[in-house]
């Protein structure tokens, strides 16, 4: 089951998060002119808009995607909801959100989760947004069931659009971790130790170094993973899945940003 579920097994506190993922009053009103040179969104002001929720695109099948889709909404005007300072690249981190008397965003209630539940891009968790996080997750498409006991599942469709699907990577096969270093990705695998640090924790899929990847959690998610009952004994042995960008020098760390990038699959 996932981790988050831990502190939201029912309805009424997966509703809860969805009513606290909301814009602060006072929205200032947009309009989405495009795309810039980069594939990034752009505002008729002149800003550059990194939707929030949302990974980069990796790929030119990706990109065209996400170009696709998100010109049914050029023209459109929004309610802009920023959520920080312009990044490195100019870039204003933003939810975009359903402006008055307009029509509903494919039954979404920003546009980073319109986009997601037609699988024109994919979701990349933001720390310190649990509840937009979860939001967003629920937003995602699932695969269909397979037709055939040990055929592959279909990727799920909205649209035109196919579900973008991550590879899964084994976190015990440090040769596959890093072929995918500074890509979003899906690792897997089975605990084998618990380092703890003073500002990081590992969850390492191997008891050697080198031969394996490692989960990287800060110091405050690990802590409140641990108020949740989660501890280094607790973990060790369990089978662990985690979304998020293949880093380190040797490309064998992924860092879980939120609780929400983490699954528990036994």
Request: with cysteine; glycine share 10%.
């Amino acid at each position: 089951m996932p981790l988050l579920a831990i502190v939201a097994t029912s309805a009424t506190v997966a509703q809860a998060a969805d009513d606290a993922c909301t814009a602060p009053d006072g929205t200032e009103l947009v309009r989405l002119a495009g795309l810039d040179r980069h594939g990034d969104p752009q505002l008729a002001d002149g800003r550059t808009i990194r939707l929030a929720g949302l990974a980069p695109r990796q790929s030119d099948a990706e990109r065209e995607r996400f170009a696709a889709q998100l010109a049914r909404w050029h023209g459109r005007e929004f309610r802009l909801a920023p959520l920080g300072g312009p990044d490195r690249w100019g870039r204003l981190p933003a939810r975009l959100l359903t402006a008055e008397g307009t029509d509903a965003l494919a039954g979404q209630p920003d546009l980073s989760a319109a986009l997601l539940a037609t699988g024109a891009a994919s979701r990349l968790p933001e720390p310190g947004l649990a509840a937009c996080n979860e939001l967003w997750r629920k937003a995602e498409p699932r695969p269909t069931v397979a037709s055939k006991a040990g055929s592959p599942a279909p990727a799920a469709t909205q649209g035109n659009f196919a579900a973008v699907a991550r590879p899964v990577i084994d976190g015990h096969d440090a040769a596959a971790m890093k072929a995918q270093a500074g890509r979003i990705v899906v690792v897997e695998g089975r605990i084998a130790a618990v380092g703890e640090r003073a500002q990081r924790t590992y969850l390492n899929f191997e008891r050697r170094r080198g031969t394996g990847g490692s989960i990287v959690l800060s110091r405050a998610l690990w802590r409140d993973l641990q108020r949740a009952g989660w501890t280094a004994s607790a973990l060790t042995g369990k089978r662990v899945r985690v979304s998020g960008v293949i880093e380190g020098r040797d490309g064998l760390l992924i860092e879980a940003q939120t609780r929400s990038a983490l699954e528990l699959i036994d």
